[in-house]
């Protein structure tokens, strides 16, 4: 495995391959998406470990939901035993997902720990009301929490795929993806703002409607479908970024498994 240098207008080519691929099964990459946001939120209903576990199958799903990009961009359709891939490959690839997942959901708590220090934010202060949340203290706990993010977003994007179907062990598979996002970070950039773009455009277009009707619960009741419309959409084109950012190397090419991506 080695890593591939693409151009920057790469970025938006991932986004209309994403919309592309999902609109070949619309329907199946919808329903598994929501299956997953499902069983996350389940999980987070359980008492005391329900959130770190619902963390911890973010890699999992993530690496679900890519193969399940395969199979639609292939003309296959994806059934809802894809999202468990990350767990039919071997007990040492299940062992490297589940400590990936481990280490997600240290890493998310850990951030959830720290800004309200960093912003004297009471850990449970919770916004009662949209005027609770758009306050300057609100906002900037938000601002603070998406910067300690991004450092984990960048190690985890590619990280399930590497573990999957490179066999990568978890601690490189984080290295190299951080590497493979900051090397094309012109790509990565471009594809995060066309996304931003587009959910822009589409939540614009709904208020709109609503303005234009003088009907305000219209917007209050597409707002919510779309925007989840749109997120499973936008997971549909990580597959692409992943696939373009790594080339595999001559002996893999001989020793790799049914279903992994060339």
Not at 25 to 54: E, H, N, R
Not at 77 to 104: C, D, E, H, K, N
Not at 108 to 128: H, M, R
């Amino acid at each position: 495995m080695k890593l591939n240098i693409v151009p920057a207008r790469m970025g938006l080519h991932w986004v209309r391959l994403g919309i592309k691929t999902f609109f070949r099964q619309p329907l199946a990459l919808t329903s598994l998406f929501f299956m997953y946001t499902a069983a996350a939120s389940v999980l987070s209903l359980l008492p005391v470990v329900g959130i770190v576990l619902a963390l911890a199958i973010v890699p999992a799903a993530t690496l679900g939901l890519m193969a399940a990009t395969k199979e639609a961009e292939s003309g296959r359709f994806p059934t809802p035993a894809v999202l468990v891939s990350a767990f039919r490959t071997g007990r040492q690839r299940l062992r490297a997902m589940l400590v990936l997942g481990v280490i997600y959901a240290a890493a998310c708590l850990a951030i959830l720990a720290l800004v309200p220090l960093i912003v004297s934010l009471p850990a449970t202060e919770v916004p009662a009301d949209a005027e609770a949340a758009m306050s300057p203290q609100f906002q900037l706990a938000v601002l603070v929490g998406a910067a300690l993010y991004l450092p984990v977003s960048l190690m985890f994007w590619h990280a399930p795929a590497l573990v999957h179907w490179h066999g990568i062990t978890p601690l490189k598979s984080l290295f190299f993806s951080t590497v493979a996002c900051l090397r094309n970070a012109g790509a990565m950039t471009l594809f995060g703002l066309g996304w931003m773009g587009i959910m822009f455009i589409a939540s614009s277009a709904i208020v709109m409607v609503a303005a234009a009707t003088g009907n305000p619960q219209v917007a209050a009741t597409a707002l919510v479908p779309a925007v989840l419309l749109m997120t499973a959409m936008f997971t549909t084109s990580f597959y692409f970024t992943f696939r373009d950012s790594f080339v595999a190397t001559p002996d893999e090419e001989t020793t790799r498994q049914p279903g992994e991506p060339p």
